[in-house]
């Protein structure tokens, strides 16, 4: 087992890292920007360390600065969480080449499953079913139109190293898959440095389900069931909730043994999620894989009451999964809400001092939050501060639980999405089980 973690991340995902670490005894090494000196995460880590200023290019995202703490804090683990530099193969070997374990998958792995044009051809190998659409990643303009004629619009055009719905747009035509294309791929460059783009037929409407998996590296896979992520604005995730609404056992079941044998078939070790559309009929298609930790990981923590996070780090240490699939079972229902600072009916973000913070505390709720009273929101970083996360006994249960947390949720000297949120789990489409990845567009930003 390791001694010292360095958690290469900052806000919720930090403090919910190093919570397990301490319960397993590990003492933990938090980095941190300038815009973040008098941050949560920062306080509860045994050894804290600045390394830049606050523009993420210069502190979190500065391979070098983070290694060089690693070495002076004689961390021999980093544990990257999610966003930054979690799915950055030339970290991981820069890790390896420094003798650091990496608490995820290879090096190659996350190249392989990071560019989505090569990942669509992976899985398809590997027997899962994929989207109809291009074969490989151009960054040719015409050569995507030429190719869209053949699959047929609706289309969906994505960056091949995009992620978090940014490079993602439906076109209808030739014209918008142009319009689409040019503007979407200077986004992915800025972001990505890759202007690659492709094409897959779009599945309007359909359910987002995505499954949690978790390798070893003696070769141990399993599944921890689904996830419907149904609910989403601008292609980001609002609400996570499982079991799945719309989803039967048979289904669960074809879904969970096509990811596991696609695990193992492309050499993955440590937590990793499948995402997948479900059209209205059920049939299933590859979306993406995401070589790491997810946001949602606590509804699966929660009906499993396996800790996600723990078997992270004992999987990257070597230790082998001590159940089988059999004995993974589930419980109750768990929905989680992202807490955001933003303006509920603009959407956009809503920096400002954190001037008074009430966390409504019941048994079954859950809080991950990365702020406190007095805990400044900059606008330089991703504006998610917090999660709510209710297990139930049925998910009209934890439905109900939920809206009562956030209605007893307070945060003043910044605005939130919780009026958002609440529309939707006040929603008959939402509490009936019918929403669908149009849901909010749909239904909610409309009113």
Avoid at 88 to 99: G, I, T
Wanted: glycine share 6%.
């Amino acid at each position: 087992m390791f001694r010292r973690v360095l958690i290469a991340n900052r806000g919720e995902i930090a403090v919910r890292i190093i919570r397990t670490c301490k319960k397993l005894g590990l003492k933990t090494v938090a980095i941190y920007s300038e815009a973040d000196r008098n941050a949560l995460h920062v306080q509860m880590a045994d050894e804290a360390y600045e390394i830049g200023p606050p523009k993420v290019q210069d502190s979190y995202l500065n391979v070098d600065k983070i290694i060089e703490v690693a070495r002076q804090s004689q961390a021999d683990a980093i544990h990257p969480g999610y966003g930054l530099l979690s799915e950055n193969a030339r970290f991981v070997r820069r890790c390896v080449s420094e003798n650091i374990d990496f608490i995820g998958p290879s090096a190659d792995v996350i190249e392989l499953m990071g560019e989505k044009a090569k990942a669509r051809l992976a899985m398809k190998h590997a027997g899962f079913p994929i989207i109809p659409g291009t074969n490989v990643a151009t960054e040719d303009e015409n050569e995507l139109v030429k190719e869209a004629y053949e699959i047929g619009y609706p289309l969906m055009v994505k960056a091949s190293a995009g992620g978090g719905g940014i490079g993602m747009q439906v076109v209808n035509s030739e014209e918008e898959l142009r319009k689409a294309f040019q503007s979407n791929q200077k986004r992915a460059s800025m972001f990505f440095g890759n202007g690659e783009m492709y094409a897959e037929k779009a599945i309007e409407k359909a359910r987002h389900i995505e499954f949690q998996l978790l390798a070893d590296q003696h070769g141990n896979v399993l599944h921890l069931y689904e996830r419907d992520c149904s609910v989403q604005r601008r292609h980001q995730k609002v609400i996570e909730e499982s079991p799945s609404p719309f989803l039967d056992e048979q289904v669960i079941e074809e879904i969970g043994a096509l990811a596991t044998n696609a695990l193992k078939k492309i050499g993955y070790v440590n937590a990793g999620t499948i995402e997948c559309l479900v059209d209205d009929k059920k049939n299933v298609y590859f979306l993406e894989m995401n070589t790491r930790l997810q946001v949602e990981h606590p509804v699966t923590e929660e009906i499993t009451g396996l800790d996600l996070v723990e078997w992270q780090i004992r999987i990257a240490a070597g230790e082998a999964l001590p159940f089988t699939q059999n004995e993974v079972t589930r419980h109750g229902h768990a929905i989680e809400a992202r807490i955001y600072a933003e303006d509920p009916k603009r959407f956009f973000p809503s920096p400002g001092t954190i001037t008074e913070l009430f966390l409504p505390m019941a048994p079954n709720i859950r809080h991950e939050c990365g702020v406190e009273i007095g805990s400044v929101v900059t606008p330089y970083y991703d504006p998610m501060i917090a999660k709510v996360i209710v297990k139930g006994e049925t998910r009209m249960d934890a439905i109900q639980k939920l809206k009562i947390a956030l209605e007893q949720y307070k945060v003043t000297g910044i605005k939130t999405n919780i009026p958002m949120v609440l529309d939707v789990l006040s929603h008959r489409v939402f509490e009936q089980g019918q929403a669908n990845t149009a849901f909010v567009r749909d239904y909610i930003q409309k009113r």
